[in-house]
């Protein structure tokens, strides 16, 4: 590769370190403390896997630490890894009744506390429930396919979750970057569901390795929780040269291979305005990247990125570029990327996602030195996964009940594959409540057919 | 999971975790609500012949935002007997295992104490609390704690009961009194089961400093009421440690003042209570408290291999002694560790002002203020480590003693033979 950015090995290190400290003890048991023990408490209905927070956090304060890890953990099996990446401030903390009369109490960093502590003082929390019979394959083994199993195994269903990667935890474990979210900490999580006696079979792809049909057949019930795709292509000329990257690849490149081998130039652009764009950006500035662009086709107003996020990637010294759009990409004689050539936009009426349509400005054409274009503008939906299921979808979106249950009775899915159309970032706990409730729906149709069999 | 059950002096509960007689057991209502929620137990709200209450009857002490003491002036129930009574043979229905204790006050009449008891029990109370407590409002009727500062009429009124009880009877004492362990011994003489202890202190929350008027003022006046809350949990801790030491009580005894947590409750129950009684922590937030009550309890059995939470009754009490018999040879000095010292400086004014002069600011090799002890000076007194802010930055270390143990009353006893 040209145009190595020169990083020490040790400064490499040090900027793939977590950036948000944790709480030290009198910071959380003053924070704790502060805490009104609300009753009907908002935070509770902001949080969308319903966490009992007053609950956790009094814990924290009487000194019952377990007790704190086990409540938020029951109601996210996820709890560690979203105390760290949730929006807590258009959740929970957003919610707190003290944003009318001080400031609200600092959820996320109480929740990792908490959680930090279970992880330290390797405790276990919760025990396998006594044998139904009944056995569960979960296809992906993310947030969402681990809060099924997890729930699943509490219920008595013997578990497998199939996963296509090296390790279980999904996005958590390879798509968030590693100074906001480590390895370790989703890693933790997947092996509190493993305690459980869930099966995860790993390296091995559904539709690929093993056909669908075997894993219909075999098993009672089947959760798809397969998640999203690789990043679509731009559809522009010079899309297939040395340096254009997959946001999602680049940010797994950083938590899977030594970063000492990593490096996208001194000048990047990164197309897109989402988390994950943000989280490609900061890498490639943590990698030693001088210049680094985020390019969106509409402006901050319809920026899907967290607030903190932006407010972070700002901090990090990444640029914001509106209103562009790429046109071309422009190699070198050696199939290198050396420029990106883009067109200026203007927002029109809105278009099918409710935002305002982004049309070119004609003639407004410029070029800009770059050394790597990384994409960064969604994923796309694994419809040939779905297919061969044979599920009803809406443009790759699974269609389910309140069940969670899908055109296949013996099929429930949850998480990415079901995340509809709009302008919302599909959360992390978002999936995970989605993972519970496919594992209560299985459970309700159990329960039911139980209740026709003896009738 | 350990075994929570608890058994005071025959009467048996799920769970350490009562509510005392007070508002929270005013109405079966409420009472349902609290076992609904995981309280092993109630004691109901004071029966007795009908009073009539004031508004405004309430006051809390706050400390940098959290309150920490709380007082009122009311009295025992305003309800009618019968009312009463029919809610709790309903609540005890409902739940037939839980723990249903009437507490009771009478004027000093037998035969009008022999009609109540009789009466009471009838609904099937699982034992009966005699309220020799209540400090304001009764006392000046001859009841409460006009019964609980005189032994002679704490064992003459109990010796009443238990000429008809037919359940375990828990006498409650007052801590507004010289010596309580001379009316629990009176109860022991009078026939009770166990007792329980603390009621309210007497006390007047503050005083408005803008309209002159006593805090609580009803229409302007004020008069004094019962203190309760965290901030009387050492008084309360202490009574009742004294009571489990004293070989002429020796009954179960049912700790009560200022519990707040799961932590409290084991402190309570080491110093030698059966079983606990909460009020002011389920006012100010509400029956839910107990989950975390039974858990954190819970945990802290398992986490030593505890078995049965009535194990660890009254393990503390043998340490439990008299200054007399402390060890004058036994010497800590305060240590400060510089990696988690803040530099507030709080310890050194402390000491300076207040104590022994031997804490010093001193500039280490690199320039930074350091705070360090001058261990031959220091005599141990904990106030540093009281006035630090960060947990474990300033511990007290024992030094090995070159002396065998000295107490007081040996020392005492080697100077009288000298002479």
């Known amino acids: ?455 | 999971m350990a075994d929570l059950r608890i058994n005071l002096g025959g009467i048996q509960a799920p769970n350490p975790f009562w509510l005392a007689s007070a508002p929270p057991t005013n109405t079966g209502y409420q009472v349902e609500r609290a076992f609904e929620a995981g309280w092993g137990g109630a004691v109901w709200k004071t029966l007795g012949d009908p009073i009539i209450n004031v508004t405004s009857r309430f006051a809390g002490l706050k400390y940098n935002g959290q309150t920490i003491g709380f007082n009122n002036v009311e009295l025992i129930t305003d309800r009618p007997l019968e009312v009463n009574l029919k809610e709790m043979k309903e609540v005890k229905r409902k739940f037939p295992n839980h723990a249903l204790v009437a507490s009771l006050m009478m004027e000093p009449n037998r035969e009008r104490w022999h009609e109540l008891v009789k009466a009471v029990e009838d609904v099937g109370v699982d034992g009966l609390e005699l309220n020799f407590g209540c400090p304001h409002g009764m006392a000046e009727r001859g009841m409460g704690s006009a019964v609980g500062q005189h032994p002679e009429l704490v064992q003459l009124q109990t010796e009443w009961v238990k000429e008809v009880a037919q359940t375990p009877v828990i006498v409650k004492l007052t801590p507004n009194i010289t010596d309580i362990r001379y009316t629990a011994r009176a109860a022991k003489q009078g026939g009770a089961d166990a007792i329980s202890m603390i009621n309210t202190i007497n006390s007047l929350m503050g005083v408005d400093i803008d309209t002159w008027n006593p805090i609580p003022h009803i229409d302007g006046k004020g008069a004094h009421g019962g203190y309760c809350g965290p901030a009387v949990k050492p008084i309360a801790l202490n009574m009742v440690a004294e009571c489990a030491r004293d070989p002429q009580v020796n009954l179960p005894i049912s700790g009560i003042g200022g519990i707040s947590n799961w932590r409290d409750a084991v402190e309570f129950m080491l110093m030698g209570s059966s079983g606990i009684q909460v009020c002011t922590a389920a006012m100010l937030y509400g029956f839910r408290i107990v989950e975390d009550m039974i858990e954190g309890l819970n945990n802290y059995l398992d986490e030593r291999g505890i078995e049965s939470v009535m194990e660890i009754v009254g393990k503390s009490v043998p340490r439990y002694s008299e200054w007399g018999n402390l060890n004058l040879n036994y010497k800590v000095v305060a240590r400060i560790d510089e990696e988690s010292c803040i530099n507030c400086n709080r310890c050194h004014i402390a000491c300076e002002d207040t104590s022994h002069q031997c804490i010093d600011i001193i500039q280490a090799e690199d320039g930074r203020e350091k705070l360090t002890v001058r261990e031959e000076d220091c005599v141990g007194c904990n106030l540093c480590s009281i006035v630090c802010p960060i947990e474990d930055c300033i511990t007290m270390i024992e030094i090995p003693s070159n002396q065998p143990p000295l107490t007081w009353r040996e020392h005492t006893a080697l100077m009288n033979s000298a002479q």
């Open chain 1, 1 to 455: 590769m040209n145009h190595h950015a020169s990083i020490s090995t040790e400064k490499l290190k040090r900027n793939f370190q977590e950036v948000v400290p944790g709480l030290r003890e009198k910071d959380a048991m003053d924070e704790a403390t502060r805490c009104l023990y609300c009753y009907d408490a908002p935070c509770i209905k902001a949080c969308p896997t319903g966490i009992n927070i007053p609950s956790f956090i009094k814990k924290i304060a009487s000194g019952n630490m377990k007790g704190s890890a086990r409540v938020i953990m029951e109601a996210n099996p996820v709890g560690a890894s979203c105390a760290r990446v949730c929006p807590t401030s258009e959740l929970c903390e957003g919610a707190c009744v003290l944003n009318h009369a001080s400031s609200p109490i600092m959820i996320g960093q109480l929740q990792r506390y908490a959680t930090d502590w279970a992880m330290k003082n390797r405790v276990t929390l919760f025990e396998k429930g006594e044998s139904n019979g009944k056995t569960a394959a979960v296809i992906g083994g993310g947030p969402a396919g681990l809060s099924a199993a997890r729930e699943l195994a509490r219920l008595g269903y013997k578990v497998t979750i199939y996963e296509s990667k090296a390790q279980a935890g999904g996005l958590n474990t390879y798509g968030i970057v590693s100074f906001r979210l480590p390895q370790q900490v989703a890693l933790w999580e997947v092996e509190q569901v493993e305690k459980l006696g869930v099966t995860i079979l790993t390296n091995i792809t559904v539709g690929k390795d093993i056909q669908v049909d075997e894993i219909v057949n075999e098993y009672d019930y089947i959760v798809l929780a397969v998640g999203l795709g690789k990043v679509p292509s731009l559809g522009i000329e010079g899309e297939e040269l040395d340096g254009v990257y997959d946001a999602i690849q680049l940010v797994e490149d950083t938590k899977t291979r030594p970063l000492e081998t990593l490096s996208v130039g001194k000048r990047v652009v990164v197309i897109g305005a989402g988390n994950t764009a943000i989280d490609a950006a900061t890498c490639s500035r943590r990698l030693g990247a001088e210049r680094v662009t985020m390019m969106y086709r509409r402006t901050e107003n319809e920026m899907t990125a967290y607030d903190f996020e932006y407010e972070f990637a700002k901090q990090e010294g990444v640029e914001f570029r509106w209103l562009v759009t790429p046109k071309r990409i422009i190699g070198d004689e050696n199939g290198r990327v050396k420029a990106l050539e883009c067109v200026r936009m203007e927002l029109g009426q809105p278009d099918e996602s409710g935002r305002p349509r982004p049309i070119t400005v004609e003639g407004s054409e410029f070029t800009v030195e770059v050394d790597s274009v990384i994409k960064a503008i969604g994923q796309n939906k694994l419809l040939p996964l779905i297919e061969a299921i044979g599920l009803e979808h809406v443009q790759g979106v699974v269609k389910v009940n309140d069940n969670h249950q899908t055109s296949n009775p013996k099929v429930f899915a949850a998480g990415d594959c079901i995340f509809g159309l709009g302008n919302a970032e599909a959360m992390v706990v978002d999936a995970a409540e989605q993972g519970k409730k496919a594992a209560y729906g299985i459970h309700n149709v159990y329960l039911s057919t139980k209740k026709e069999a003896t009738a």
